[in-house]
């Protein structure tokens, strides 16, 4: 079933993404069932479909996982506090990808 | 024996009048600022206005950390600085910069780079830390030190066109540094500065000093924890969002810890390794 | 004729470097601060920090208004200042402070206090203007001369642990500051002060300058009018709320206004009536 | 009909209401109807039933409209936008009564 959300993308992320801040999209589970997508469906689809940028570990490490230095925030939640990748992606959903900043 | 619990003179009744009649402060929370010792780490884009404000509230000791003298290009950023100022030593020029706007605030300089064979002993003598640095390695070393001192972290970051502030260490069940930030970032750019607008960085400052003034008061406990993010630009400008708590797996905090205050500093736990390529700013 | 674009000498290319490295400034916007000239109306809470910034980001002029000298109470916030300015004119003692850190900006003082019969001859020469000060009467003046002279506001204010910001006269169709605010409010309680944390009325004014920062170099226009709320301990830090646009009725920049800049050049207009008994700053 | 909603105060305001920042309240239109409450319902409510404070005129005046320098925010939107003290009251919206500041 496909689910409408939102993903956003800060801290220099957004570079990855032809500067696009905020993106809507309709999502299905990538394994074709009926199931909503979970954010590893999400972080697949970003990769195979949305990146315009070639370094994608500057996004992902070992295949699709989330690299270190990006806090995924779901709904202005810390995705740890919901299931990380597991979550269960609910219409409307706003899911920020946050990479952490160091300067000062 | 009891610590006589100080008074105000005249003096400091009239120049912080103004912040004691915000009944969330009082008379009582200015006490407590008296007896409150800060230590800042970084004086350039976060800790300067960081200071000026810690300052002007009337902490009692304020520590400085930077082994850096003060650039040209910094001046924009780094407003305790002066044109006369180049060239100075960043402790020097801002405790002589902050002295003259309040001399009541014991300042202590530390002119030296945070190591892991000093941080320990300089973080030790103080309650509150606000992380004002710009590397990797050095937050990680101020997470893990002052997650083992029980030492309430204020972090702040910012660059080109955003910011990001987190209290950290609260009790026994909030997150430190690596609870939140497990893994360092991978350096995969050559180095290269992104660049950073003024006020940016300075409202990232100035709300560590806020958080600093509310922690010594008792205003800021009990929570969850949240961190803040702000954009000057693109997108929505604020966003508070609920983190996560200590981290059962933390290698610092967690129900086996693997890290300890000798480890760090005796070097047997390697920061440069840990933090590999990211020992610079981050950048894309 | 046309007035050469100003270039950028090597000074400021090393100054500005790091603001310029951000792509949304650029030497583009480096060269339209460098054009622009803002004023700043009030040298307090608001404007000490907002200077700072301003100064800092290398606006080309920068205007100070202010009639009133330093007095201790300020120093906290007031952070431009020090003990050995206590008794100078605000605008002397910031002029001289501001100059010390970055001479390549014109500092313009105006030690007068804003009048009816003062302030569209100053408010003219400039491109922004930053409401940084303490009144309704003085905030509703602003209001008016900026609209009727078609200049950006950046209005702020700040009390006990909050803190309010807007962007006004944007465009056609942006609201004014009466177009928000259409009545003042009443003066119903004996003049008390209300305090203010540090910090809280700085964070509202490193975004004023921040604001400015976006307008000169081309960054805000275009998106709808929104207002932000700042709440430095209880409920929700954050808000930014879209609010209203021009309002037909209103009395300055409505479809039929009553109130022109003769009329209050004149006295005609009276904003001692206007503002009733809400000549101070409001408290409960 | 009774619909659920949060009240807030800012700017000085919740010291009328014993320094409360956020009350959340289930209320009805004051006709008695099935009609959902409007703002002035809910102006009306919190004078008669909710308020502590004797100066009422630092919230009303003229009976029951908001005093001038209150602004009042429905789900962080102007409520000039929504229709003002007409707007019909939907169940958790946020409904922000906030006083001017004008310190500096
Ligand atoms: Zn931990
Ligand atoms: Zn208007």
Redesign the pocket.
């Given at each position: 079933m496909a689910v409408p959300l939102t993903v956003e993308f800060s801290g220099g992320l957004e570079a990855l993404f032809n500067n696009e801040r905020s993106i809507n999209l309709s999502l299905e589970s990538r394994d074709g069932s009926e199931n909503s997508p979970t954010i590893t469906d999400l972080v697949v689809y970003l990769c195979e479909k949305v990146m315009m940028d070639k370094r994608r570990e500057l996004f992902v490490i070992d295949g699709y996982h989330v690299r270190p230095g990006v806090l995924v925030l779901i709904n202005d939640a810390d995705w740890e506090l919901v299931g990380e990748e597991n979550y269960v992606i609910q219409p409307g959903d706003e899911i920020l990808f946050a990479s952490t900043l160091h300067g000062g | 024996g009891d610590i006589a619990v100080p008074e105000l003179d005249l003096e400091e009744y009239v120049r912080y009048g103004r912040q004691m009649l915000v009944p969330e402060v009082g008379k009582r929370g200015q006490i407590a600022l008296k007896q409150t010792k800060v230590l800042v780490v970084g004086a350039g884009g976060l800790g300067c206005p960081a200071l000026l404000y810690l300052s002007g509230a009337g902490f009692g000791t304020i520590g400085i950390v930077d082994h850096d003298t003060v650039s040209l290009s910094n001046l924009p950023r780094q407003t305790l600085y002066s044109t006369a100022s180049i060239g100075k030593l960043k402790v020097d020029a801002a405790v002589d910069e902050l002295r003259s706007r309040n001399a009541n605030v014991k300042y202590v300089s530390h002119p030296v780079a945070v190591r892991h064979d000093n941080i320990f002993e300089i973080v030790r003598h103080y309650d509150i830390v606000l992380d004002c640095t710009d590397t990797p390695m050095t937050r990680y070393l101020l997470g893990d030190a002052t997650?083992l001192l029980s030492k309430p972290l204020v972090s702040a970051s910012a660059l080109r066109t955003e910011a990001q502030l987190v209290v950290l260490n609260m009790g026994a069940e909030g997150?430190?540094?690596?609870?939140v930030f497990p893994d360092p970032p991978e350096h995969v750019q050559a180095c290269s500065d992104a660049g950073i607008i003024g006020p940016v960085v300075a409202v990232a400052g100035v709300l560590q000093s806020l958080e600093a003034i509310k922690l010594a008061s008792g205003h800021n406990g009990g929570q969850p924890p949240t961190m803040t993010f702000f954009s000057a630009i693109h997108g929505r400008p604020w966003r508070c969002v609920r983190i996560r708590g200590?981290?059962k797996s933390?290698?610092?905090?967690?129900d086996a810890p693997t890290v300890s205050e000798s480890d760090i500093t005796t070097g047997k736990y390697d920061y440069a390794d840990f933090c590999g390529g990211s020992l610079d700013s981050n950048q894309y």
């Open positions: - | 997650r997150p430190c540094y690596r609870c200590r981290q933390c290698s610092v905090c967690g």
